[in-house]
C-alpha cells in the first residue's frame, strides 16, 4: 500500500448540482507497494457533512445542500492503511434567461425565435445534461401545442450537454402580455420570460356600449362605443382604419342628430 490512493491528491472536485439530489461519481484507485493498481478492494467513503453531501454507495456522492465538506476515503490491508480526501464544493444551480426574452408575434402564431434558458452558479455556466426544467405560462395567453391548442398545460424539458434547454410557445387567443417561468426542483432561482401576443387584421366592427333609448337634447349614456376587432374578437390596436358612425334615415323620422366628443 505504499502508493496509497492515486488521482485524488491535493485535488478539489466540484459538485456543481442543479438540484438536490444530484448524484456525482467520484473514481479513487488503490495501488499497491509497486504501484500496480489493486483489484477487488473496497475502500470506505466517509463525508464529513452530511448536511451538504452525503455517499449513497462507494463512490456515489449526493448534493444535499450548497456548501463544502471532504470525502473521506480508505482502505486498510495487514496493519496498513491508505487514505486521501476529495474536496466537494457544492453550488446549487439557478435558471437564467438566455435568448428569446420579450418577443412579440400574432394571436395563433408561433413565437418568432425558441425560448433558451441555462443553468448558472456562482462559478459560470453549469453544463449539464438532463435537468428537467419545467416551462409555465404564468400569465397571459399562451401555450405549447399546435396552433389550435389552447390549454395552458406546462411542458419539461431536459438540459443538453451545454446546460440549456429551450421551447417555442405559441400565442394563444388573446393578445396581451405574456410571462413563462422555467423552474426546476432543487433549483437556487428561476427564469422568466416576457413576451407579447398583437391582435390580427382588423377584420369586423362591433358595439362595444349599444345606443339606448335617451330623451331629446341629452347625451346617450353610457356613450356608443364601438371598436374594430381581429378575427379572434381582440380589438385591433394596431390598425389605423377610420371609423364612421351615422343615423340611417330611414329609422330616424324624427330627423335626430349626432354630435359629441370621439
Do not use: C
Not at 500496480?36 to 463525508?47: A, E, H, L, Q, R
Request: hydrophobic share 40%; aromatic share 2%; no cysteine.
Amino acid at each position: 500500500l505504499a502508493g496509497g490512493m492515486t488521482g485524488t491528491k491535493n485535488e478539489t472536485h466540484g459538485v456543481r448540482n442543479g438540484r438536490v439530489g444530484q448524484l456525482k461519481t467520484v473514481t479513487v484507485e488503490v495501488q499497491d507497494a509497486g504501484h500496480n493498481p489493486m483489484t477487488g478492494v473496497s475502500p470506505v467513503w466517509t463525508s464529513t457533512d452530511t448536511a451538504v453531501v452525503k455517499v449513497d454507495a462507494p463512490g456515489v456522492l449526493r448534493a444535499v445542500r450548497d456548501g463544502s465538506a471532504r470525502i473521506a476515503v480508505s482502505y486498510s490491508l495487514d496493519g496498513q492503511t491508505a487514505a486521501d480526501t476529495v474536496a466537494v464544493q457544492v453550488k446549487r444551480a439557478s435558471a437564467v434567461v438566455a435568448a428569446g426574452d420579450n418577443q412579440t408575434a400574432t394571436v395563433g402564431a408561433a413565437l418568432g425565435a425558441p425560448l433558451v434558458t441555462k443553468l448558472t452558479d456562482a462559478a459560470g455556466d453549469v453544463r449539464e445534461a438532463g435537468i428537467a426544467l419545467t416551462f409555465h405560462v404564468e400569465s397571459g395567453s399562451a401555450h405549447f401545442g399546435g396552433p389550435t391548442d389552447t390549454l395552458r398545460v406546462d411542458t419539461t424539458i431536459a438540459t443538453d450537454v451545454q446546460g440549456r434547454a429551450s421551447v417555442t410557445p405559441y400565442v394563444g387567443r388573446v393578445a396581451g402580455p405574456i410571462r413563462v417561468t422555467v423552474s426546476g426542483t432543487g433549483l437556487a432561482a428561476s427564469a422568466t420570460f416576457s413576451a407579447t401576443g398583437q391582435p390580427q387584421a382588423a377584420s369586423q366592427l362591433s358595439f362595444r356600449a349599444q345606443p339606448t333609448t335617451t330623451g331629446a337634447g341629452a347625451a346617450i349614456t353610457p356613450a356608443v362605443e364601438v371598436a374594430l376587432l381581429d378575427p379572434l374578437g381582440n380589438v385591433a390596436t394596431m390598425s389605423t382604419r377610420t371609423i364612421t358612425l351615422a343615423l340611417t334615415p330611414s329609422a330616424n323620422p324624427g330627423g335626430a342628430t349626432l354630435r359629441g366628443t370621439l
